[in-house]
């Protein structure tokens, strides 16, 4: 994070992917990134845009219902006593694709984009911050559904489950943006925006919350990014004891999946919570994915929720 300050402060330009216990850094100046690294962010890209040249497979292997439902009982459990009141829970999942990461990565559609070095890529919709001026803007992303649902739109914002995980969430980073900055404001609350994936269009629910920042944020950048990580929408609240409770009950590690990715331009900062998350290891493919419980959850939807987030938004 010391890195990421001294660039900040020599208004040097930067991409930065922070994993999301912190644990895994990587900074490196845009003029010196290396050539298998490739990025979307911010309205800017380093790399062509290439239309999709083959037709593409995928076969997922989710975890089974019934161990699914086991970690989410115990994800209950520690929400009736009180150790937490939403959980992003999340799993892996082995796939198979006649796709490259590479190909994947450059056919897929998405706002964030993020391919590192043959290990894994990101296609996320959801933002982390923006610093524009001396504003920060977050943009907490709770409610999926999909569109083509009679309805839909309605439907997402009537339903009282989502409606309760997405004010803990904006209320969560309500704080966050409280202890970095003043003035904290709810500007947009639950509005509705449609993404592409794969063969089905989805409605995402999102809210907009911003904060004045001092104006020498950027000499003390890498120590505001450390206040508020891990993202609040990809661990629950309160944020402590829920990211306990998820390294107890995941039975894998997480590393850049759920972390940020970003790139500070020289005054302003983009980043992005990287979700839609293809990791390979040892020539295997697995697909992270995973949804917020809170004590309405029913086992059977949120199973379903997990398995639809595997897709290739082709």
């Known amino acids: ?3 990421i300050t001294k660039l900040a402060q020599e208004r040097e330009p930067f991409l930065f992917i922070l994993s999301y216990d912190g644990a895994e850094r ?49 994800v209950l459990e520690e929400i009736r006593s009180g150790n937490s009141y939403l959980l992003n829970l999340t799993f892996q999942t ?21 391919y590192f070095k043959d290990q894994f890529i990101c296609f996320s919709p959801e933002k982390f911050i923006e610093i524009e001026g001396d504003r920060i803007s977050t943009y907490p992303m709770k ?3 999909e569109a083509s649902l009679p309805n839909a739109k309605a439907k997402i914002l009537a339903d009282e489950k989502e409606m309760a995980e997405h004010v803990m969430i904006v209320d969560l980073m309500r704080n966050d943006l409280g202890m970095v900055g003043r003035e904290v404001k709810v500007e947009k609350f639950r509005y509705v925006e449609k993404i592409k994936a794969g063969e089905k269009e989805l409605l995402q629910v999102s809210s907009k919350i911003t904060a004045e920042l001092p104006k020498d944020w950027r000499e003390n950048l890498g120590e505001l990014l450390t206040k ?16 306990h409770i998820i390294d107890k009950i995941e039975n894998y590690q997480r590393g850049f999946y759920t ?4 790139i500070f331009d020289g005054e ?17 493919l697995y697909y992270k994915s995973g949804g917020g419980i809170t004590i309405d959850s ?17």
């Open 94 to 114: 082995p796939i198979e694709t006649n796709l490259s990461l590479k190909e994947i990565f450059t056919y897929a559609k998405a706002k964030y984009k993020l």
């Open 143 to 145: 409610g999926t559904i």
């Open 268 to 284: 302003n900062l983009y980043s992005a919570v990287m979700i839609r998350f293809i990791e390979k290891r040892d020539g295997e």
């Open 298 to 314: 029913d086992a059977q939807s949120e199973y379903e929720e997990l398995v639809d987030k595997i897709y290739l938004p082709l």
């Open 259 to 262: 972390g940020v990715f970003g």
């Open 228 to 243: 508020i990580l891990p993202a609040g929408s990809i661990t629950g609240t309160p944020k402590r004891s829920t990211v």
């Open 26 to 74: 990587f900074v490196q100046p845009l003029n010196k990134l290396d050539s298998d690294i490739f990025f979307k962010i911010g309205g800017q890209r380093n790399y062509p845009q290439q239309p999709r040249e083959k037709a593409y497979k995928m076969k997922k292997f989710p975890i089974d219902f019934e161990a699914y439902q086991r970690a989410l009982e115990r």
């Open 1 to 3: 994070m010391e890195k």
